[in-house]
Every structure is written in C-alpha cells, then in structure tokens.
C-alpha cells in the first residue's frame, strides 16, 4: 500500500511562481528515480523533470533554467520549484516514483492523482 499525493497547484498570473510537493507515504523500502510529468488536454504524458537517488537530474529543454526538481530522500517527499511560469506550463501535473516495498523486492513504477497548475496570461 503505497501513495503518492501532490500538492502546491493553483492558479497564478504568467511570470509569478509554484512550488509542487510530492510525499510518498505506506510500505516504502526505498525509492529510486523520481519524475514529474504533465499533461495538458488533448495532449500526451510528458515528461518534465526526474531526478535519481543520489541526486542526478534532467529536465526538458522547455523548462531548462525555469524549473528546479530537488528530493529529500529521508521524508520521501519531492519538489518541483517553477519560476517564470508561463500559460503554456498549464497542466495537470504528475508525480511519479520508483519504490520498493520490501528488501530485495524489484522497484514498481508509482503515480500520484495529479495537481492542476494553470497560468494565465
């Protein structure tokens, strides 16, 4: 029983900021990468930015220097910081995680129910 659930969305002005959170809670052994996607309507899944265990990350070219994916391994919880947002940046935004319940077990792919960030012009 493993849930991921996203916070921070809302509605903001082009050029203002959000900070989204993810927190994994449940049986959680550990977690490997972690993922922020979005989806924007009549549109596919898209990856926006991930970041590995030990810290490694990438982004799309679309948010390079806007976005920022951090993680704090011993809450189990992601960020995503977005800056100059822009309305193209509206979408429902998705957390996702690689977790492992139990020692020795293999890393399952997880999804939080998404958190809607629009920005208006």
């Known amino acids: 029983q493993v849930q991921l659930v996203e916070s921070g969305g809302g509605l903001v002005q082009a050029g203002e900021s959000l900070r989204l959170s993810c927190v994994a809670s449940?049986?959680?052994?550990?977690?490997?990468?972690m993922h922020w996607y979005r989806q924007a309507p009549g549109t596919q899944r898209d990856l926006v930015a991930g970041?590995?265990?030990?810290?490694?990350?990438n982004y799309a070219d679309s948010v390079k220097g806007r976005f920022t994916i951090s993680r704090d391994n011993a809450q189990n919880t992601m960020y995503l910081q977005m800056n100059s947002l822009k309305p193209e940046d509206t979408a429902v935004y998705y957390c996702?995680?690689?977790?492992?319940?139990?020692?020795?077990?293999?890393?399952?792919?997880?999804w939080g129910q998404g958190t809607q960030v629009t920005v208006s012009f």
């Open positions: 996702h995680a690689e977790i492992s319940t139990a020692w020795g077990q293999n890393h399952y792919d997880y």
């Open positions: 449940g049986s959680i052994f550990s977690i490997r990468g």
């Open positions: 970041i590995g265990s030990g810290g490694l990350t």
